[in-house]
């Protein structure tokens, strides 16, 4: 087994388990946390949703990383016409770029986004509707995107 096999394993397996992630917590996690009550929902959210997101970073980072080197073992970073050469080429230019846009929001934008629940006592009303306003939004948004990402890759890998 080459190493571009390994490398393109690694990315296969940490961009399906990143889409699975935000699957799960679009239909399982965010459905719990409008349903419980508000104290409940801070210890909750406190509790379960700082292990989410480091799961999606380590997630994002591996799809992330493993692209950029497959994109070296294959272009050497030097023939990346081959990207704009046919439809599968643009597909994963187009797919890459989106995980890449992505990954970065989720890294250096999407924590600024939600505020932190230490506690429900020291939530106010406020924070709490701004909470459950992202938590109803970003992961759909996202879930979106890492999802046609993966349609594109498909695509790139196998054509119509």
């Keep these: 087994m080459s190493l571009l096999s390994i490398?393109?394993?690694?990315?296969i397996i940490s961009g399906v388990a990143w889409l699975?992630?935000?699957?799960t917590v679009n239909f399982v996690l965010v459905p719990v946390v409008l349903k419980l009550s508000k104290q409940e929902r801070g210890a909750f959210i406190s509790l379960v949703f700082p292990r989410v997101f480091r799961l999606a970073s380590v997630l994002a980072g591996?799809?992330?990383i493993s692209g950029a080197i497959m994109n070296y073992l294959i272009t050497g970073w030097t023939n990346l016409d081959v990207w704009l050469g046919t439809r599968q080429g643009i597909a994963i230019?187009?797919?890459g770029t989106l995980g890449l846009?992505?990954?970065?929001f989720h890294f250096f934008v999407e924590h600024r986004l939600e505020p932190t629940a230490?506690?429900?006592?020291?939530?106010s009303?406020?924070?709490?509707e701004k909470m459950l306003a992202v938590l109803k939004l970003v992961p759909r948004v996202g879930m979106m995107i890492v999802a046609l990402v993966i349609l594109l890759m498909m695509f790139a890998a196998r054509g119509v």
Excluded: F, K, N
Aim: cysteine-free; charged content about 15%.
């Design 118 to 123: 230490v506690s429900a006592d020291q939530m």
């Design 20 to 23: 699975g992630e935000v699957i």
């Design 62 to 64: 591996t799809a992330i």
């Design 101 to 104: 846009l992505l990954a970065l």
């Design 7 to 11: 490398v393109r394993w690694i990315h």
């Design 125 to 128: 009303d406020a924070d709490t």
């Design 93 to 95: 230019l187009i797919g």
